[in-house]
């Protein structure tokens, strides 16, 4: 794969961060942000938000039961779509 440019390499950058890129594809970002200083810095910050949203919301208390009213709530959309 050729090296990505700057455009490219920040249109890949939230899959890059959530590793859903083809390996190939990871490895030319990983590349690019190697040379690129601009495109360094985005990753990192958009990193940290990532970072930090996860951060938050591993702090939050959920109801208990919550797991099973979302799949009573998911099995009663179901059954209204088979009808």
């Known amino acids: 794969m050729n090296e990505f440019d700057c455009k490219e390499a920040f249109r890949r950058l939230s899959d890059y961060i959530d590793r859903e890129l ?3 594809e990871m490895e030319a ?3 690019h942000l190697e040379k ?3 495109c360094a ?3 990192h910050f958009e990193g940290n ?3 930090c949203v996860k951060e938050k919301l ?3 208390d959920l109801p208990c039961d919550l797991l099973d ?3 009573a709530a ?3 959309a179901g059954t209204k779509d088979a009808d």
Do not use: K, P, S
């Open 22 to 24: 083809t390996a190939e």
């Open 29 to 31: 970002v990983r590349q």
């Open 36 to 38: 690129c200083t601009e």
């Open 41 to 43: 810095e985005e990753f």
């Open 49 to 51: 938000v990532v970072r």
């Open 58 to 60: 591993a702090r939050i």
């Open 69 to 71: 009213q979302l799949r």
């Open 74 to 76: 998911l099995d009663a």
